[in-house]
């Protein structure tokens, strides 16, 4: 397989027991199917050297059977049009899953949480490994991590998530994955999302905080500050990764009705602390999502544009440790998943 890109249509991933520790074959059997765009992109990462220059004395410096692989780094590009809540468990667990990897709860709905700070070195993400495909052929991807995961959501659209990840190794395989649709298919629609601000880092749920009127939409980029290792191991692809290699952190952006609100709760409080929920729940509540943040907002463009006739604000807020909690960001979503595939 010669070096370059990848385009695939289709992800069955499953979560990894130890980093880069799984098979293709662990694929047959209780994976699932990611809803993905069809633009997904691999980057093979694989490194060459021709020997031209360490052939002298001959008029063709590169000789065929003299060209040496020195490296192998994969990254991969996943844009995802919709997610479900169940999606968001798994793409949110690869930052840092729940403890103990799995979810609270003894029945649907399942609750998945976990809040990250300074450090989390007892709780390790939840690598992915997984089968993807172009229609006519199927690579193996193990030990795969993010780098960023982006979700954000219109009031015209639905909940859309891109992230852009490293992993161990790909190769080719003839493995059927288990690629069922899943049960729950429901997208979580853009509109249903609401913004809240409080005077200090914020629960889960609809109790506490003051409610932000008129969230246009919104992203959110989150860094994982996770870096390969490219040490000497005795093998081409990368040792294993470093989870504080870089560090954590991301941008919140929002579009919001510019009144007063905006005006005291963002354009007052530019380079200070400040703390939002973003809250989704469906019409039965029988599923919900909660990102929970502190954040310094650091840059307002009062007239960015209008909506529905009124004038609005477009915010970016940088990610910021909160010391009286200990947490940078919280996630808890409620679904019927009662483990990780």
């Known amino acids: 397989m010669p070096n370059g890109t990848l385009l695939f249509a289709k992800v069955v991933a499953k979560a990894e027991s130890t980093y880069a520790g799984g098979s293709d074959s662990n694929l047959s059997s209780g994976a699932?199917?990611?809803?993905?765009?069809?633009?997904?992109?691999?980057?093979?990462g694989r490194e060459y050297d021709t020997g031209a220059?360490?052939?002298?004395?001959?008029?063709?410096?590169?000789?065929?059977?003299?060209?040496?692989?020195?490296?192998?780094?994969?990254?991969?590009?996943?844009?995802?049009?919709?997610?479900?809540t169940d999606d968001l468990a798994i793409w949110l667990g690869a930052i840092e899953k729940t403890a103990g990897g799995?979810?609270?709860?003894?029945?649907?709905?399942?609750?998945?949480?976990?809040?990250?700070?300074?450090?989390?070195s007892t709780n390790a993400p939840a690598s992915l490994h997984a089968i993807v495909a172009d229609g006519n052929q199927s690579y193996?991807?193990?030990?795969?991590?993010?780098?960023?995961?982006?979700?954000?959501a219109e009031a015209s659209g639905l909940t859309t998530l891109s992230g852009s990840f490293f992993a161990k190794s790909v190769a080719k395989t003839s493995?059927?994955?288990?690629?069922?649709?899943?049960s729950n298919a429901n997208a979580l629609a853009g509109r249903l999302w609401q913004l809240s601000y409080g005077t200090a880092f914020l629960s889960a749920g609809t109790s506490g905080g003051t409610a932000f009127s008129h969230l246009y939409s919104w992203s959110l980029e989150i860094t994982s500050g996770f870096t390969p290792i490219n040490a000497q191991a005795g093998a081409l692809t990368l040792a294993d990764y470093n989870q504080f290699g870089a560090g954590f952190g991301g941008t919140l952006t929002v579009t919001v009705a510019s009144n007063t609100t905006?005006?005291?709760?963002?354009?007052?409080?530019?380079a200070s602390q400040t703390f939002w929920r973003l809250h989704w729940q469906n019409s039965g509540n029988t599923e919900s999502a909660d990102i929970l943040v502190s954040a310094v907002p650091t840059s307002v463009t009062p007239i960015s544009g209008d909506q529905d006739g009124i004038t609005t604000y477009e915010v970016e807020l940088t990610l910021a440790y909160d010391a009286t909690s200990g947490k940078v960001l919280e996630y808890q979503v409620k679904n019927g998943l009662s483990a990780l595939p």
Do not use: F
């Open 53 to 84: 220059d360490r052939t002298v004395g001959i008029r063709t410096p590169v000789i065929g059977n003299r060209v040496t692989q020195t490296a192998e780094n994969p990254e991969i590009s996943i844009d995802a049009p919709a997610v479900t």
């Open 102 to 120: 799995t979810p609270t709860g003894t029945a649907a709905p399942y609750t998945w949480t976990r809040a990250i700070g300074l450090t989390s």
């Open 262 to 270: 905006a005006v005291t709760q963002l354009l007052d409080k530019l």
């Open 32 to 44: 699932r199917r990611l809803t993905v765009a069809p633009t997904g992109v691999i980057t093979l």
């Open 175 to 182: 493995v059927a994955p288990d690629d069922t649709l899943p």
């Open 140 to 152: 193996y991807v193990n030990g795969i991590l993010p780098t960023s995961i982006t979700i954000g």
